[in-house]
């Protein structure tokens, strides 16, 4: 499901025309998609299984925020919630009272509702595509079902910044992370 609508769109470039609804709805599809392919990861609820060492009892989980935790083992032996503190926004693990070198942890991660500083970005980059594709007159931007880049990928600076602020970026850690 799309995570902005046409009436959106159109509520934030201020029009009722029903003229450009199709390619408003195939903009939308195609900066939802380049966004998804950006940040390297989804923006839903998902269950994770991740694997790493703890350096100085302590780990980055990759996938944020954490919305519940399934179970966690160091060095094999489950511990409970009184023996860890949990970051859930910045997905920082702290091993208490005790230590260990590997983490086993499983997790959901995401968000219930897409936020709205995304959303917000996508309307923004769909409206400023519509203006350029609108001066250029050019009819569709999908052709057999495949997003045909008509426009240089040219990303406004608002875009672009809540891309950086949802990427996954990589961690110092090595580890294995896949979800389940």
Known sequence: M???SVEDVKSFIETDSTEHDTVIQDLINYVEGLFKAKIERTLDIVQ??????????????TYTPITQVV??????????????????????????DMSGSELKIRYYAGYDTIPEEVKQAIKMQVAF???RKTARELRSVTRGGENDIFI????????????????ITPRWQNGIVREI
């Not at 350096?55 to 980055?60: E, L, P, S, V, Y």
């Not at 179970?71 to 208490?96: C, M, P, Q, W």
């Not at 990303?155 to 891309?163: A, K, Y």
Request: hydrophobic share 45%; proline share 2%.
């Open 48 to 61: 994770y299984e991740e694997i790493c060492g703890l350096d100085d009892n302590k780990a980055i989980l």
């Open 2 to 4: 799309a995570w902005v």
């Open 152 to 167: 240089d990928e040219i990303f406004i600076p608002e875009f672009v910044e809540v891309i950086e602020i949802y990427r």
């Open 129 to 131: 595509l519509l203006s």
């Open 71 to 96: 179970s966690i083992y160091v060095d094999e032996a489950e511990i409970t919630s009184d023996n860890y503190l949990l970051n859930t926004k910045h997905g920082i693990f702290v091993l208490r």
